[in-house]
């Protein structure tokens, strides 16, 4: 994602994030990845009085804009310190920096699609939540900008296909493959409608459909005047985390893990 996009990843943050209204859940430590300048740390804020973030930014922010949201997120957190945590690194060595078992919620806003493995991905956020934690996310889904695959101009612009076009049934198979409980998927068509080519090979080069170094050049074919998004949301628990992973459709836990209940007998008269 770019800045020019910002306002559809605001739009799309604050309809997940609308879906917590009715989850049970008392989160003190959050990670955003990606995490932007947007309407979703107050959002959180405000549901989740005394929570600390921890911080994901995006690779495009740098210099002055990536103080600022460090400022910001020092300030949301009630200036308690707060991790911060490198994207670029992430995609280096596929690991989040953080420890294990350090948080209470996932916020993942539009990044599934763009991760060659999104598996990895959430084992990553199995690993850092807590017992009783929460993932929720939002991703682009397949059917995304398929006016642009049309065979025609399919010829003339350096389409890209996301690097992950799962769709929903996709995600909830793999959420529960990764030990995630009770898996919640849901899915919307968005339209975009433009009146300028320009916008929209701009859009399509910030959604990383078209090649990043794609210049807007003449072409034959008539572009499309609308872009459809398919947006996939969900959330799932990390419960069972105690558990190991089920081998055969059977589930092994450590004899360490159970604990063992006495009673004193009746005293004899």
């Known amino acids: 994602m770019t800045q020019s996009i910002r306002w559809l990843q605001d739009e799309i943050a604050m309809r997940m994030l609308q879906k917590l209204d009715i989850v049970k859940l008392e989160p003190k430590d959050i990670l955003l990845i990606p995490d932007f ?5 107050s959002f959180l804020t405000k549901r989740f009085p005394g929570i600390r973030f921890h911080s994901a930014p995006e690779r495009e922010l740098s210099g ?94 350096p389409i890209q296909n996301l690097a992950s076009p799962w769709d929903m049934h996709d995600m909830g198979d793999a959420l529960l493959g990764e030990r995630f409980s009770d898996p919640v998927m849901d899915m919307e068509f968005l ?15 910030a959604l990383n459909l078209l090649s990043s170094d794609y210049q807007n050049s003449a072409i034959a074919a008539q572009l499309p005047q609308k872009l459809t998004l398919e947006v996939v ?30 009673r004193n007998d009746p005293a004899k008269v």
């Open 64 to 157: 002055f804009n990536l103080f600022k949201l460090r400022v910001a997120r020092f300030w949301n957190s009630r200036m308690k310190s707060a991790s911060l945590i490198s994207l670029d690194d992430y995609k280096k060595t596929g690991r989040i920096n953080l420890p294990n078992n350090s948080v209470d919620l996932v916020v993942s806003v539009l990044l599934i699609q763009d991760l060659a493995d999104p598996k990895h991905f959430l084992q990553e956020c199995w690993r850092v939540l807590k017992e009783g934690g929460l993932l929720t996310f939002s991703y682009l889904g397949p059917d995304t900008a398929k006016e642009l695959r049309a065979e025609i101009l399919a010829q003339e612009l």
């Open 233 to 262: 949301y969900g959330h799932a628990w990390a419960l069972g985390k105690n558990l190991a992973k089920a081998q055969d459709d059977v589930a092994y836990i450590d004899l360490n893990q159970i604990g063992r209940k006495t």
């Open 37 to 41: 300048p947007g309407v979703h740390s």
């Open 191 to 205: 339209g975009l409608d433009y009146v300028s080519d320009s916008v929209l090979l701009s859009d399509a080069r």
